[in-house]
T-cell receptor, first 115, second 113 residues
Framework: AQTVTQSQPEMSVQEAETVTLSCTYD???????LFWYKQPPSRQMILVIR??????QNATENRFSVNFQKAAKSFSLKISDSQLGDAAMYFC????????????FGEGTQLTVNP | EPEVTQTPSHQVTQMGQEVILRCVPI?????FYWYRQILGQKVEFLVS????????KSEIFDDQFSVERPDGSNFTLKIRSTKLEDSAMYFC???????????FGPGTRLTVL
């Protein structure tokens, strides 16, 4: 079974600075998807970024980028120019390649942004 | 932008009662999911649904739970004989077949007293 581990329960960053959230996963499959979801205090789950495992290029969405290391099974999220609105719980998630497969989530990292 | 909607936003029920949580997935999506999140814990998969049948379910999804697509727009999760430990946030999600990012609804907070 696939597992996802986020070893940082809490992180903090100064506004306008950069922060990196860590995620590792375990799988025996070669094709899969990885995601970062953001959960603000409203508890809505919001997609931040996704990465297909077959792509060597790291995904980027505006201020959010990932460092995907397939051999190391590592998938970290970098937030540049942090804003107060980035404060939230961030979940890393894994999904098998097959359509409709479940998401397996990590434990989450609570990010605080200090003004 | 189309979005997944869920009703109610908050449901309070007595232990032993039945509840139905409702979701309207994004209209052109074909896969539907339910997840739950007990307060302070990670999000857990319950069930996925495709072509009017369950495609995958977790060990949490036992006989107490059922899902249904009663019409062309709604997707429901029924919890029979609720227990205190069923108190959680329940999220519905949907995805199209290809591409397959799952988009989540705002959740229903279920409180069992």
């Amino acid at each position: 079974a696939q597992t996802v581990t986020q070893s940082q329960p809490e992180m903090s960053v100064q506004e306008a600075e950069t922060v990196t959230l860590s995620c590792t996963y375990d799988t025996s499959e070669s094709d899969y998807y990885l995601f970062w979801y953001k959960q603000p205090p409203s508890r809505q789950m919001i997609l931040v970024i996704r990465q297909e495992a077959y792509k060597q290029q790291n995904a980027t969405e505006n201020r959010f980028s990932v460092n995907f290391q397939k051999a190391a099974k590592s998938f970290s999220l970098k937030i540049s120019d942090s804003q107060l609105g980035d404060a939230a719980m961030y979940f890393c998630a894994y999904r098998r390649w097959a359509s409709g497969s479940r998401l397996t989530f990590g434990e989450g990292t609570q990010l605080t942004v200090n003004p | 932008e189309p979005e997944v909607t869920q009703t109610p936003s908050h449901q309070v029920t007595q232990m032993g009662q039945e509840v139905i949580l409702r979701c309207v997935p994004i209209s052109n999506h074909l896969y539907f999911y339910w997840y739950r999140q007990i307060l302070g814990q990670k999000v857990e998969f319950l069930v996925s649904f495709y072509n009017n049948e369950i495609s995958e379910k977790s060990e949490i999804f036992d006989d107490q739970f059922s899902v249904e697509r009663p019409d062309g727009s709604n997707f429901t999760l029924k919890i029979r004989s609720t227990k205190l430990e069923d108190s959680a946030m329940y999220f519905c999600a949907s995805s199209i077949v290809t591409g397959d990012t799952q988009y989540f609804g705002p959740g229903t907070r279920l409180t069992v007293l």
